[in-house]
């Protein structure tokens, strides 16, 4: 490790983040940050359980009042400050996120880029928190309706973009006036906790944003989302663990924000721009090393131009460099841990078992780290295992279509429902085709749809709710109705 490294590890904070306070576990426990890229211990951080989970509540709770009285430009006055934080100190998050996630330190530049925009949208969406004024048909009432924060919110971030999911839902809780536990993944607490630090020194009271990293996640979220002081839950993750949250959550009847899994299909037409459908393709597999829920899942191409793309993708893929996200010529990191790639390389064995074809990729390295080569599978059958399950992995399973109706056909089998990406030059084709698919999001002649200023979000099995745009910070806000009767009316 370079002595760069150390001294950014030497300088994070290590404890849970309580009350405003860092302090170690209730019971001194504490649990290993790893590299993937090498396997080595990166930090030990502290351990929440139950009774940190509920401490963490009580400080929430206790902040909560006061805190939803602050006026929304000081919300936004203390984001903006915090936008300004984080990007000044980029390059401290990005190297971080690299050594704990794995990402070259160009997408972590650009993750850091990505998160810290939430935190200046939502300070920009405070002061705009809009109520109604009306008048009942009769006309014997005034119909007032104002917004309030939720309350006190669970706020469960994964691994794969340590910053920026954290930043998407701390900043719309912030500017909503509602406080907040973030747990962060066990596999990157380091950067939360970094945030955490960034966020105090913005200016952010005590007890308004928690950090309890913990091994135990459902130790520590049980108790709490069975506790009547919460009120809210936000969750990024998998469809399997999301569905466990929302039947636990429903004790309770929390507001619930779901990010579920993806199963993106990428469909390219004969009359696509191929050149740029391949470069698209690129950034909707590649980016963040397929880790992503919105990574292109499954490729389906007019079999017209399927051979020429396949041709232009194989290409692509070879171009990408596998190697410590550090190293300056590494274009794509490690995966997380073994199990993930264990079960890419499963995926990978089950498509060729059911008859696909690998043209590039597709052995997993010798040497330490969780590496896998970026891998292009042709000739997959569209019964086969990974077009239906998620990869989160660099490789790039294709089939082919007839026609239209073959495609969207092909497109909308799956319980998942958060992203297509469509290649057409024909603007006909692309309206109907936002009317025909399944899906939350839609990216048209692009391999990148996340903004911090759209509605990021699901339908289906892929979620419940949205984050970023105005519909963000809808998802902190509770709505009251008054009913005042109008004096010059006579009942
Ligand atoms: C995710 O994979 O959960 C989020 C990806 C993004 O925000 O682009």
């Not at 944003?209 to 049980?222: F, K, L, R, S, W």
């Not at 469909?267 to 829920?293: M, P, Q, S, T, Y």
């Amino acid at each position: 490790m370079s002595e760069i490294e150390q001294s950014l590890l030497g300088s994070v904070p290590r404890g849970l983040f309580i009350g405003g306070e860092w302090r170690p576990a209730e019971s001194g426990a504490e649990f290993v940050v790893h590299d993937p890229a090498t396997g080595a211990e990166l930090a030990r951080v502290a351990d929440a359980a139950r009774v940190d989970g509920l401490a963490a509540l009580d400080a929430a709770s206790d902040a909560q009042p006061k805190w939803a009285a602050t006026s929304p430009r000081e919300r936004s006055e203390i984001l903006r400050r915090a936008f300004e934080i984080v990007t000044a100190r980029a390059e401290e998050f990005a190297l971080l996120m690299t050594l704990e996630m794995g990402k070259p330190l160009a997408e972590s530049r650009a993750e850091v880029a990505y998160g810290a925009e939430f935190l200046r949208w939502f300070a920009e969406e405070a002061p705009r928190i809009a109520g109604r004024y009306a008048t009942a048909p009769d006309g014997r009432n005034r119909l007032l309706v104002r917004k309030r924060p939720v309350g006190p919110s669970l706020l469960i971030t994964p691994w794969n973009f340590p910053l920026a999911m954290a930043t998407r839902k701390v900043a719309p809780a912030i500017a909503a006036g509602c406080t907040s536990l973030l747990k962060p993944a066990a596999l990157t607490p380091l950067t939360a906790l970094l945030f955490a630090q960034v966020l105090q020194e913005a200016g952010v009271p005590a007890g308004v944003v928690n950090v309890i990293p913990t091994t135990d996640p459902g130790g520590v979220t049980g108790p709490l989302l069975l506790d009547p002081r919460l009120r809210k839950l936000s969750f990024t993750g998998s469809t399997e663990v999301g569905q466990r949250l929302i039947a636990d959550a429903s004790a309770q009847v929390l507001r619930v924000s779901m990010e579920l899994g993806g199963n993106a299909p990428f469909l390219i037409f004969e009359d696509a721009d191929l050149d740029a459908a391949v470069e698209g393709a690129l950034v909707a597999k590649l980016r963040n090393g397929g880790e992503a829920c919105v990574a292109a899942n499954r490729f389906l191409v007019a079999e017209s131009i399927a051979a020429d793309f396949t041709a232009r993708l194989v290409e692509g893929m070879r171009r990408y460099v596998s190697a410590r996200g550090t190293d300056p010529t590494s274009t794509i990191g490690p995966l997380i841990d073994e199990k993930t790639r264990a079960k890419v390389a499963e995926l990978v064995a089950s498509a060729v078992g059911e008859g696909a074809k690998v043209l590039t990729g597709g052995e997993i390295p010798s040497g330490p780290g969780y590496f896998y080569p970026p891998t292009v599978l042709a000739e997959v059958p569209p019964h086969a295992r990974i077009l239906t399950e998620e990869i989160f992995g660099p490789v790039a399973p294709i089939t082919t279509f007839r026609d239209e109706d073959e495609a969207v056909r092909l497109a909308n089998a799956s319980e998942y429902g958060l992203v297509c990406f469509v290649y057409t030059t024909d603007l006909n084709r692309a309206l109907r085709l936002s009317e025909s698919l399944e899906t939350g999001m839609l990216g048209v002649n692009t391999g990148m749809v996340s903004n911090p200023a759209a509605p990021f979000g699901g339908v289906k099995q892929s979620g419940l709710g949205r984050e970023g745009g105005a519909e963000g910070i809808e998802e902190y806000l509770e709505t009251t109705y008054i009913g005042i009767a109008d004096p010059m009316v006579r009942l």
